[in-house]
């Protein structure tokens, strides 16, 4: 797909890799619609693209509610025109283990709460606005194309229940979709990302940084330009669809 003019809504758009996919697609000439929950993260985000010549607006939705999902894909069609793609960024963690004993006593469990929270954004909000942009796709009579963010997490990894399952999901989704909607021009993929710089291992200590750069065989973390460059090579590939690509520096041999 040529990017340019083209209307591409990304989730999760005000900051960290969602901000970075923006900025890259953007460069290439795409109309960017920046979905997230932060009216004040997202008017900064939108000001810095627009500094940098790249046309973008703001929409506050919570993906996980199908009522703001509609509402907010509806604006994003009436303002910038219908959607030729999404990137399904948004994502939230909520880590725990299954259950944590001592002495043969149970003492913590995963609430349901969490496990819900975690399904509710990251698996249910894929499907929300995967949908939405299908239907505009369809209805608009274009080609177009649908990524989906996961992890490399989807493999499964200690502590994150609920969220292995939903990136699990993620993938599942993008190959479903790419056999269903292959009929009417709609691509998908997927990315699964590492360990990537952003706010939130920032907030890491140096110590527990440095001891998962060195899990890396690259020896680093990723930086989320290094994600949007994958993402973007998903959307201009004409040939590729409903399948993942794992961009983790080798971390997941």
């Given at each position: 797909m040529?990017?340019?003019?083209k209307v591409?809504?990304i989730?999760?758009g005000?900051?960290?890799?969602?901000?970075?996919?923006?900025?890259?697609?953007?460069?290439?000439g795409?109309?960017?619609?920046?979905?997230?929950?932060?009216?004040a993260?997202?008017d900064?985000a939108?000001?810095?693209?627009?500094?940098?010549?790249?046309?973008?607006?703001?929409f506050?939705?919570?993906?996980?509610?199908e009522?703001s999902?509609?509402?907010?894909?509806?604006?994003?069609?009436?303002?910038?025109?219908a959607?030729?793609?999404?990137?399904?960024n948004?994502?939230?963690?909520?880590d725990?283990?299954?259950?944590?004993?001592?002495?043969?006593?149970?003492?913590?469990?995963?609430?349901?709460?969490?496990?819900?929270?975690?399904?509710?954004?990251n698996l249910?909000?894929?499907?929300?606005?995967?949908?939405?942009?299908?239907t505009q796709?369809?209805?608009?009579?274009?080609?177009?194309?649908?990524?989906?963010?996961s992890?490399?997490?989807?493999?499964?990894?200690?502590?994150?229940?609920?969220?292995?399952a939903a990136?699990?999901?993620?993938?599942a989704?993008?190959?479903?979709?790419?056999?269903?909607?292959?009929?009417?021009g709609i691509?998908?993929?997927?990315v699964?990302?590492g360990?990537?710089?952003?706010d939130m291992?920032?907030?890491?200590?140096?110590?527990?940084?440095?001891r998962?750069?060195?899990?890396?065989p690259?020896?680093?973390?990723?930086?989320?330009?290094n994600?949007?460059?994958s993402?973007?090579?998903?959307?201009e590939n004409d040939?590729?669809?409903?399948?993942i690509i794992?961009?983790?520096g080798?971390?997941r041999?």
């Amino acid at each position: 797909m040529q990017l340019t003019d083209k209307v591409i809504a990304i989730t999760g758009g005000a900051r960290g890799l969602g901000f970075a996919i923006a900025q890259r697609l953007g460069a290439r000439g795409a109309k960017v619609a920046l979905l997230d929950q932060s009216a004040a993260a997202l008017d900064e985000a939108v000001s810095l693209l627009s500094s940098q010549s790249i046309e973008a607006q703001a929409f506050v939705v919570n993906v996980a509610d199908e009522e703001s999902v509609q509402t907010a894909f509806a604006d994003v069609a009436s303002r910038m025109g219908a959607v030729s793609g999404c990137v399904n960024n948004a994502g939230v963690t909520d880590d725990a283990l299954l259950i944590k004993a001592k002495d043969g006593s149970v003492e913590k469990r995963m609430s349901l709460s969490a496990w819900q929270r975690v399904l509710n954004v990251n698996l249910t909000g894929v499907f929300l606005c995967g949908r939405e942009a299908a239907t505009q796709m369809v209805e608009a009579g274009h080609q177009g194309v649908i990524v989906n963010i996961s992890s490399i997490s989807r493999a499964g990894n200690m502590g994150q229940s609920n969220y292995a399952a939903a990136k699990a999901g993620v993938h599942a989704l993008t190959v479903t979709w790419g056999k269903e909607l292959a009929r009417y021009g709609i691509r998908t993929g997927t990315v699964a990302p590492g360990f990537v710089a952003t706010d939130m291992t920032a907030s890491m200590r140096p110590d527990m940084l440095e001891r998962i750069a060195d899990s890396v065989p690259l020896k680093q973390l990723g930086e989320p330009d290094n994600i949007a460059q994958s993402v973007a090579f998903i959307f201009e590939n004409d040939y590729f669809t409903a399948r993942i690509i794992e961009c983790d520096g080798g971390l997941r041999l």
